[in-house]
Protein backbone atom coordinates (compact mmCIF):
# COMPACT_ATOMS: atom_id res chain seq x y z
CA UNK A 1 0.00 0.00 0.00
CA UNK A 2 1.44 3.46 -0.97
CA UNK A 3 1.81 5.57 1.93
CA UNK A 4 0.50 9.30 1.93
CA UNK A 5 2.61 11.86 1.91
CA UNK A 6 2.19 14.61 4.28
CA UNK A 7 1.04 17.76 4.55
CA UNK A 8 3.52 19.26 6.13
CA UNK A 9 5.93 17.69 3.04
CA UNK A 10 3.19 19.30 0.26
CA UNK A 11 3.14 22.73 2.02
CA UNK A 12 7.25 22.67 1.90
CA UNK A 13 7.27 21.74 -1.55
CA UNK A 14 5.10 24.75 -2.38
CA UNK A 15 7.19 26.79 -0.64
CA UNK A 16 10.03 26.16 -2.67
CA UNK A 17 7.72 26.94 -5.70
CA UNK A 18 6.24 30.07 -4.40
CA UNK A 19 9.66 31.63 -3.50
CA UNK A 20 11.15 30.54 -7.34
CA UNK A 21 8.23 32.30 -8.84
CA UNK A 22 8.90 35.29 -6.64
CA UNK A 23 12.82 35.60 -7.93
CA UNK A 24 10.88 35.13 -11.33
CA UNK A 25 8.97 38.27 -10.93
CA UNK A 26 11.97 40.42 -9.19
CA UNK A 27 13.98 39.38 -12.18
CA UNK A 28 11.68 40.73 -14.49
CA UNK A 29 10.82 43.77 -13.26
CA UNK A 30 14.60 44.17 -12.65
CA UNK A 31 14.67 43.81 -16.53
CA UNK A 32 12.11 46.86 -17.16
CA UNK A 33 13.36 49.01 -15.48
CA UNK A 34 17.21 48.48 -16.65
CA UNK A 35 15.48 48.91 -20.40
CA UNK A 36 13.52 52.01 -19.21
CA UNK A 37 16.48 53.76 -18.20
CA UNK A 38 17.99 52.83 -21.16
CA UNK A 39 15.36 54.42 -23.26
CA UNK A 40 15.62 57.11 -21.21
CA UNK A 41 19.07 57.78 -21.75
CA UNK A 42 19.22 57.57 -25.66
CA UNK A 43 15.90 59.54 -25.51
CA UNK A 44 17.95 62.87 -23.61
CA UNK A 45 20.87 62.32 -25.96
CA UNK A 46 18.83 62.18 -28.78
CA UNK A 47 16.85 65.53 -27.58
CA UNK A 48 20.24 67.04 -26.72
CA UNK A 49 22.00 66.04 -30.15
CA UNK A 50 18.84 67.70 -31.50
CA UNK A 51 19.13 71.35 -30.20
CA UNK A 52 20.73 73.71 -32.33
CA UNK A 53 21.78 77.06 -31.45
CA UNK A 54 20.15 79.28 -33.84
CA UNK A 55 22.87 81.95 -34.50
CA UNK A 56 25.81 79.31 -35.76
CA UNK A 57 23.55 76.15 -36.59
CA UNK A 58 25.99 73.99 -33.87
CA UNK A 59 24.29 71.43 -32.49
CA UNK A 60 24.75 71.57 -28.58
CA UNK A 61 26.86 69.85 -26.64
CA UNK A 62 29.03 68.09 -29.53
CA UNK A 63 32.46 68.66 -30.59
CA UNK A 64 32.77 70.73 -34.18
CA UNK A 65 35.78 70.29 -36.63
CA UNK A 66 36.70 73.44 -37.62
CA UNK A 67 37.76 75.39 -40.99
CA UNK A 68 39.07 78.64 -41.48
CA UNK A 69 39.06 80.35 -44.72
CA UNK A 70 41.25 83.55 -44.90
CA UNK A 71 40.98 85.54 -48.44
CA UNK A 72 43.79 88.21 -49.28
CA UNK A 73 41.67 90.87 -50.81
CA UNK A 74 44.19 93.82 -50.74
CA UNK A 75 44.36 92.97 -54.32
CA UNK A 76 42.06 92.26 -56.65
CA UNK A 77 41.11 88.98 -57.16
CA UNK A 78 39.88 88.53 -61.13
CA UNK A 79 37.07 86.68 -62.02
CA UNK A 80 38.17 84.18 -63.13
CA UNK A 81 39.88 82.85 -60.26
CA UNK A 82 36.72 83.89 -57.72
CA UNK A 83 35.24 81.32 -60.02
CA UNK A 84 37.75 78.63 -59.18
CA UNK A 85 37.57 79.57 -55.49
CA UNK A 86 33.85 79.58 -54.92
CA UNK A 87 34.06 75.85 -57.15
CA UNK A 88 36.89 74.96 -53.97
CA UNK A 89 35.22 76.14 -51.64
CA UNK A 90 32.04 74.48 -52.42
CA UNK A 91 33.94 70.99 -52.91
CA UNK A 92 35.24 71.55 -49.62
CA UNK A 93 32.04 71.76 -47.88
CA UNK A 94 29.99 69.25 -49.76
CA UNK A 95 33.36 67.07 -48.40
CA UNK A 96 33.03 68.11 -44.37
CA UNK A 97 30.99 66.59 -42.13
CA UNK A 98 27.58 67.65 -40.18
CA UNK A 99 28.26 70.64 -38.13
CA UNK A 100 32.04 71.14 -39.18
CA UNK A 101 32.59 75.34 -38.34
CA UNK A 102 33.51 77.37 -41.24
CA UNK A 103 34.40 80.67 -40.39
CA UNK A 104 35.37 83.05 -43.53
CA UNK A 105 37.85 86.70 -42.47
CA UNK A 106 39.57 89.00 -44.73
CA UNK A 107 43.53 90.59 -45.08
CA UNK A 108 43.32 93.77 -45.06
CA UNK A 109 45.17 96.51 -44.04
CA UNK A 110 42.41 97.79 -41.53
CA UNK A 111 42.28 95.58 -38.09
CA UNK A 112 39.20 96.96 -37.75
CA UNK A 113 38.05 94.19 -40.47
CA UNK A 114 39.97 91.42 -39.38
CA UNK A 115 38.73 88.46 -37.14
CA UNK A 116 35.01 86.38 -38.93
CA UNK A 117 32.88 87.40 -41.54
CA UNK A 118 30.71 84.48 -41.14
CA UNK A 119 31.06 81.11 -38.76
CA UNK A 120 28.29 79.05 -38.69
CA UNK A 121 28.25 75.04 -38.98
CA UNK A 122 27.36 73.21 -41.71
CA UNK A 123 23.70 71.93 -40.96
CA UNK A 124 21.75 68.60 -42.45
CA UNK A 125 21.07 69.07 -46.18
CA UNK A 126 17.41 67.99 -47.42
CA UNK A 127 19.28 64.56 -48.61
CA UNK A 128 20.49 63.60 -45.42
CA UNK A 129 17.06 64.30 -43.42
CA UNK A 130 15.09 61.57 -41.97
CA UNK A 131 12.04 61.30 -43.29
CA UNK A 132 10.33 59.47 -40.33
CA UNK A 133 10.68 62.19 -38.27
CA UNK A 134 12.41 65.08 -39.39
CA UNK A 135 10.90 67.49 -42.39
CA UNK A 136 13.22 67.01 -45.79
CA UNK A 137 11.93 70.54 -47.27
CA UNK A 138 12.37 72.93 -43.93
CA UNK A 139 15.73 71.24 -43.64
CA UNK A 140 16.88 71.93 -47.01
CA UNK A 141 15.70 75.32 -46.72
CA UNK A 142 17.45 76.46 -43.96
CA UNK A 143 20.93 74.44 -45.91
CA UNK A 144 20.85 76.96 -48.72
CA UNK A 145 19.29 79.96 -47.35
CA UNK A 146 21.05 80.05 -43.43
CA UNK A 147 24.74 77.96 -44.65
CA UNK A 148 25.65 78.61 -48.61
CA UNK A 149 23.28 81.62 -49.18
CA UNK A 150 25.37 83.48 -46.75
CA UNK A 151 28.32 81.92 -47.60
CA UNK A 152 28.11 82.69 -51.34
CA UNK A 153 27.22 86.31 -49.80
CA UNK A 154 30.10 86.35 -47.51
CA UNK A 155 32.61 86.02 -50.80
CA UNK A 156 31.03 88.61 -52.97
CA UNK A 157 31.49 91.27 -50.31
CA UNK A 158 34.83 90.60 -49.83
CA UNK A 159 35.38 90.54 -53.50
CA UNK A 160 33.88 94.02 -53.71
CA UNK A 161 36.62 95.47 -51.29
CA UNK A 162 39.02 98.03 -52.88
CA UNK A 163 42.51 98.20 -53.73
CA UNK A 164 44.85 98.33 -50.02
CA UNK A 165 48.30 99.58 -49.47
CA UNK A 166 49.09 96.71 -47.06
CA UNK A 167 48.84 92.74 -46.67
CA UNK A 168 48.97 91.84 -43.33
CA UNK A 169 48.92 88.44 -43.74
CA UNK A 170 50.09 87.37 -40.27
CA UNK A 171 48.11 89.38 -38.33
CA UNK A 172 44.69 88.86 -40.43
CA UNK A 173 45.70 85.18 -39.98
CA UNK A 174 45.68 85.68 -35.68
CA UNK A 175 43.24 87.44 -35.62
CA UNK A 176 40.56 84.94 -37.63
CA UNK A 177 42.02 81.94 -35.24
CA UNK A 178 41.76 83.74 -31.94
CA UNK A 179 38.03 84.82 -32.92
CA UNK A 180 36.98 81.30 -33.46
CA UNK A 181 37.18 79.83 -29.98
CA UNK A 182 36.55 76.12 -31.33
CA UNK A 183 39.77 76.28 -33.66
CA UNK A 184 42.10 73.76 -32.70
CA UNK A 185 40.66 72.23 -29.76
CA UNK A 186 41.29 69.15 -28.14
CA UNK A 187 40.45 66.03 -30.25
CA UNK A 188 38.59 67.93 -33.13
CA UNK A 189 40.09 68.29 -36.56
CA UNK A 190 41.04 72.12 -37.53
CA UNK A 191 42.16 73.51 -41.20
CA UNK A 192 43.15 76.33 -41.96
CA UNK A 193 42.98 77.59 -45.58
CA UNK A 194 44.61 80.77 -47.09
CA UNK A 195 44.06 82.42 -50.53
CA UNK A 196 46.60 85.17 -51.06
CA UNK A 197 49.54 85.72 -53.11
CA UNK A 198 51.46 85.21 -49.27
CA UNK A 199 53.04 88.36 -49.86
CA UNK A 200 53.28 90.04 -46.23
CA UNK A 201 53.83 93.62 -46.45
CA UNK A 202 53.04 95.54 -43.16
CA UNK A 203 54.61 97.17 -40.43
CA UNK A 204 55.88 94.29 -38.36
CA UNK A 205 57.09 93.10 -41.88
CA UNK A 206 57.57 93.07 -45.30
CA UNK A 207 58.69 91.30 -48.47
CA UNK A 208 59.12 94.80 -50.38
CA UNK A 209 61.27 96.27 -48.13
CA UNK A 210 63.36 93.25 -48.44
CA UNK A 211 63.27 91.81 -45.12
CA UNK A 212 62.89 87.45 -44.46
CA UNK A 213 63.17 85.56 -41.86
CA UNK A 214 66.13 86.60 -40.66
CA UNK A 215 64.52 90.05 -39.72
CA UNK A 216 61.71 88.55 -38.47
CA UNK A 217 63.68 87.16 -35.85
CA UNK A 218 65.92 90.43 -35.12
CA UNK A 219 62.61 92.07 -34.43
CA UNK A 220 61.66 89.90 -31.81
CA UNK A 221 58.35 88.35 -34.44
CA UNK A 222 59.44 84.78 -32.97
CA UNK A 223 58.58 85.43 -30.18
CA UNK A 224 55.56 87.03 -29.86
CA UNK A 225 54.09 84.28 -32.23
CA UNK A 226 51.22 82.02 -30.25
CA UNK A 227 51.92 78.97 -31.68
CA UNK A 228 48.45 78.24 -31.94
CA UNK A 229 48.23 76.21 -34.92
CA UNK A 230 49.35 72.71 -33.51
CA UNK A 231 48.53 69.91 -35.59
CA UNK A 232 46.53 72.36 -37.84
CA UNK A 233 45.91 71.08 -41.67
CA UNK A 234 47.53 74.25 -43.83
CA UNK A 235 46.29 74.64 -47.17
CA UNK A 236 47.25 77.62 -49.51
CA UNK A 237 45.57 78.83 -52.63
CA UNK A 238 48.32 80.53 -53.78
CA UNK A 239 46.89 83.67 -56.16
CA UNK A 240 48.74 84.41 -59.30
CA UNK A 241 50.29 87.94 -59.42
CA UNK A 242 51.65 89.57 -62.99
CA UNK A 243 54.09 92.08 -61.88
CA UNK A 244 57.59 93.36 -62.54
CA UNK A 245 58.63 94.52 -59.03
CA UNK A 246 57.16 91.32 -57.07
CA UNK A 247 59.34 89.71 -54.07
CA UNK A 248 61.75 86.83 -54.89
CA UNK A 249 60.00 83.55 -54.17
CA UNK A 250 62.44 81.80 -52.85
CA UNK A 251 62.09 84.10 -50.19
CA UNK A 252 58.46 84.24 -49.43
CA UNK A 253 58.44 80.46 -49.62
CA UNK A 254 61.09 79.92 -46.97
CA UNK A 255 59.64 82.36 -44.99
CA UNK A 256 56.30 80.69 -44.42
CA UNK A 257 57.96 77.32 -44.27
CA UNK A 258 59.68 78.62 -40.83
CA UNK A 259 56.55 80.34 -39.89
CA UNK A 260 54.20 77.16 -40.04
CA UNK A 261 57.12 75.20 -38.53
CA UNK A 262 57.15 76.95 -35.49
CA UNK A 263 53.50 77.27 -34.93
CA UNK A 264 53.65 73.48 -34.95
CA UNK A 265 51.13 73.09 -38.00
CA UNK A 266 51.50 70.20 -40.23
CA UNK A 267 53.24 71.10 -43.50
CA UNK A 268 51.50 73.43 -46.13
CA UNK A 269 49.77 72.01 -48.55
CA UNK A 270 49.72 74.68 -51.75
CA UNK A 271 47.79 74.72 -54.93
CA UNK A 272 47.78 77.63 -57.83
CA UNK A 273 44.05 79.51 -58.10
CA UNK A 274 45.68 80.25 -61.45
CA UNK A 275 44.41 83.42 -63.61
CA UNK A 276 44.01 81.84 -67.10
Known sequence: MARRRSSRGRRS???QRGGGSEWGWYLAIGLCLAIA???GIAASRLISASQIDEATLCHLGVQHDTTLILLDVTDPVNATQQARLEAFINREIAASPVDTMLAVGIVSEFADNWGQMFAKCKPKSGDEANAIYENPAFI???YQEEFIDQVASTLATAFAGDTENQSPIMEAMQALVADVPEFGTSGSQAKLIIVSDMIQHSDTLSFFRGQD?????DS???RRLARNLQGVDIEILRI???ADNLPDRATIDGFWSRYFDLQGSNAPVVRSLGDL
Open 13 to 15: KRK
Open 220 to 222: GGD
Open 240 to 242: TRA
Open 140 to 142: MAR
Open 37 to 39: VGI
Open 213 to 217: WADFV
